[in-house]
């Protein structure tokens, strides 16, 4: 029997070992962007659905059930993988869901008349952790390399691979909490904050695509990544916390406001 659970145990870790997400800091500054570009209404409205909790709180909501087997259902939307010289409109969306599917999903619930408060504070906390991970380029990777998490590499020094570089390594190494980092953000300018919240959705996914191909190109398997990565591709980090924050609050402001 304790054969048996040691390998349940080894599996189960090995599972989720690379199942990193876009960084709890990262998710918490998305959070925190957005609760500045909020409507005085909308506002209100997720007052009283997360009775007061903030959106920088519950926007690592996605990830923290996963630990609850109850939510596999949910386990594909974070992430859409199509090829690189596709656009999404134009692949089979997968049976099993993925990340426009579940923010279409969220959106419905939250705006529907008949849904019970339980359910739309559900949706939108999972809507929240979503339009974070849009924003993410590896969440919008290759289904042959599970979005990079096979391309492995090296993290000063650290076994890593693509997708935990930039779901986490740069962000957590760091070294400021969500706060800190969302007040170092730049500052942005009217007509920068009006061109990031046009578009829609699927604008949204083609404009990570761009950057995620980029991402792609910027490695090679097994390199050695330290400071110079970090350095080169902060600036693209901070730019997409930065929408991910306006944007969120743009989609909230549409259907709460």
């Known amino acids: 029997m304790k054969k048996l659970t040691l ?20 998710h918490r500054v998305i959070g925190d962007v957005a609760e500045e570009y909020l409507s005085r209404r909308a506002k209100k409205a997720i007052d009283k659905l997360l009775d ?6 519950v926007s690592n909501f996605g990830d923290e059930i996963k630990a609850d087997r109850k939510y596999r259902e949910f386990s594909a939307w974070h992430y859409v993988n199509f090829p690189a010289d596709k656009d999404y409109k ?9 990340l426009v599917i579940g923010i279409n999903k969220c959106i419905e619930i939250i705006t529907s008349e008949t849904s019970s408060k339980e359910d739309k504070a559900f949706y939108l906390k999972f809507l929240v952790h979503l339009i974070g991970d849009l924003h993410q380029p590896m969440h919008i990777g290759r289904l042959e390399d599970k979005g990079g998490n096979d391309i492995q590499l090296q993290w000063f020094g650290r076994g890593s691979n693509l997708h935990r570089v930039w779901d ?12 800190e980092l969302s007040s170092s953000l730049p500052r ?19 404009e990570t695509q761009e950057i995620t191909n980029q991402v792609y190109e910027s490695v090679e ?5 330290a400071y110079q990565y970090s350095y080169k591709w902060w600036g693209t980090v901070e ?3 930065l929408k991910g924050g306006i944007r969120l609050a743009t989609v909230l402001n549409e259907i709460l406001g």
């Open 7 to 26: 390998v349940f145990l080894i599996i189960f870790q090995f599972s989720f070992a690379n199942d990193d997400v876009w960084s709890k800091t990262g």
């Open 52 to 57: 007061g909790q903030s959106l920088a709180a």
């Open 90 to 98: 134009d692949v089979e969306p997968s049976e099993y869901g993925d």
């Open 168 to 179: 986490a390594n740069m962000i957590d190494d760091y070294g400021m909490s969500f706060t």
């Open 188 to 206: 942005l300018s009217k007509n920068e904050v009006k061109a990031i919240q046009k578009g829609n959705i699927y604008d949204w996914i083609e």
């Open 221 to 225: 398997v097994g390199e050695k990544l």
């Open 239 to 241: 730019n997409q916390l």
